[in-house]
C-alpha cells in the first residue's frame, strides 16, 4: 500500500524540458538528501556518473534523510505521462511524510507547477504541507495481518537501512500506546540508525551437491544485528524461496585463521541470552563477541 503523488514536467514551448538528473533533483531540495537505492561505498559505485543520470534511467530512487527516514520515499519519472511522482508507502513515519511533503513542495516550487494527489486532491507548493497524512499511518498500523493463528507470525516493513519486523505483541503494544504513529516512528527511526553492523545474508551451493545453503559471517569485537530465524531477504534472487535452503550456517573466524561453521540453530540455541537482545520481533542485536567467546560456542 502506498499514496503518490504527481507533478507535470513542463512545457518549454512546443517541447517538455528536460528531465532534471539525479543531482538536480538533490539540489532542489532546502534537505539534506540522502539515497538509499544503491551503496555508494561500493567499489563499483561511480558517484559522479550517478549524479549525472537523468531520473528517467531509473525505475525509482528511494530518498530520505540520515537519522531520521524509517521508510523514505520514493521518487520517479514516468516519460509516457511526463509527470515526476512521489510515493509515499503506507505506513511510513511522521517524519518520513514531513521530509516527503517538503520535498514535493521544494519540487513543485522549482517547476512551478501544481501537486496532484492520487485520491484526486490538487496542492500547490503552499499547500502540499495541510495533507492529512495521519490516518494513512494509523490504517497502515491497524490493517498488518495478525488476527488469526493461521496468520504469518511476523511482518516486515522494509526502511532505509534494513527491514524491521512486527509481530501482534509489537503491533498491540504501537495501537496501545497514548500516541501510537509516534510510537511506530520511534519502533521505525530506532531500528534503522543503530549504530552496529548488520550482517550480510550469503547464498551458496554445495559443490557435491548442488544444494543451496543460506549463512552469515560474525565477526569477533564487533557489535552485530542478525536473524533469530533466518530467512530469504528482499533483494535476493527473487527466483529463491525459503524453501530452496537446504540449510543456514553462522561462519567466525579462528585465533589461527581457520574458519569454524556452525548450524544456524545451534549457534542460537548456545547464545548466552544476557549477550543479545531483540530489536523487533525477528532480529537481534548481538554484542561484541572476544575470539575465546566465540571459540566457547562451537564446543559441544
Given amino acids: 500500500m502506498s499514496i503518490s503523488f504527481y507533478i507535470k514536467n513542463p512545457k518549454k ?4 524540458l528536460p528531465v532534471l538528473t539525479v543531482q538536480e533533483c538533490f539540489q532542489l531540495s532546502l534537505q539534506p538528501l540522502a539515497q538509499f537505492s544503491f551503496d555508494e561505498h561500493d567499489e563499483d559505485f561511480d558517484l559522479k556518473q550517478f549524479q549525472a543520470m537523468p531520473l528517467s534511467d531509473f525505475e525509482c530512487l528511494l530518498l530520505g534523510v540520515n537519522e531520521k527516514s ?5 521518487l520517479s519519472f514516468d516519460e509516457d505521462t511526463q ?15 514531513q521530509i516527503a511533503l517538503q520535498y514535493l513542495a521544494d519540487l513543485a516550487r522549482a517547476l512551478k507547477q501544481p501537486i496532484t494527489c492520487e485520491t484526486g486532491e490538487t496542492f500547490t507548493a503552499d ?3 495541510t495533507f492529512d497524512f495521519k490516518p494513512d499511518i494509523q490504517a497502515g498500523i491497524s490493517m498488518v495481518p ?15 537501512t534494513r527491514p524491521v519486523a512486527l509481530n501482534k505483541e509489537i503491533r498491540d503494544k504501537i495501537l496501545a500506546d497514548n500516541d501510537p504513529l509516534a510510537a511506530f516512528s520511534r519502533l521505525m527511526r530506532e531500528t534503522q540508525w543503530l549504530d552496529v553492523y548488520s550482517a550480510r545474508q550469503m547464498i551458496g551451493e554445495k559443490s ?4 543451496l545453503i543460506g ?12 536473524p533469530y530465524k533466518p530467512e530469504i531477504e528482499y533483494g535476493e534472487d ?7 535452503i537446504s540449510s543456514w550456517t553462522l561462519i567466525f573466524a579462528n585465533d589461527n585463521g581457520s574458519l569454524t561453521e556452525l548450524p544456524y540453530e545451534t549457534f542460537i540455541s548456545r547464545l548466552p541470552k544476557e549477550k543479545y537482545r531483540f530489536i523487533d520481533a525477528a532480529y537481534i542485536l548481538l554484542e561484541a563477541f572476544t575470539k575465546d567467546e566465540l571459540a566457547q560456542l562451537a564446543i559441544e
Fill in 13 to 16: 514551448l512546443f517541447s517538455r
Fill in 70 to 74: 524509517g521508510r523514505g520515499f520514493e
Fill in 83 to 97: 509527470e515526476y511522482a512521489v510515493r509515499q508507502f503506507t505506513p511510513s513515519t511522521l517524519e518520513d511524510w
Fill in 127 to 129: 499547500t502540499i504541507q
Fill in 146 to 160: 495478525f488476527e488469526d493463528e493461521d496468520e504469518i507470525q511476523n511482518y516486515k516493513f522494509y526502511g532505509v
Fill in 208 to 211: 557435491d551437491t548442488g544444494e
Fill in 215 to 226: 549463512f552469515y559471517a560474525l565477526s569477533p569485537e564487533l557489535p552485530t544485528i542478525l
Fill in 238 to 244: 527473487p527466483d529463491i524461496s525459503n524453501n530452496d
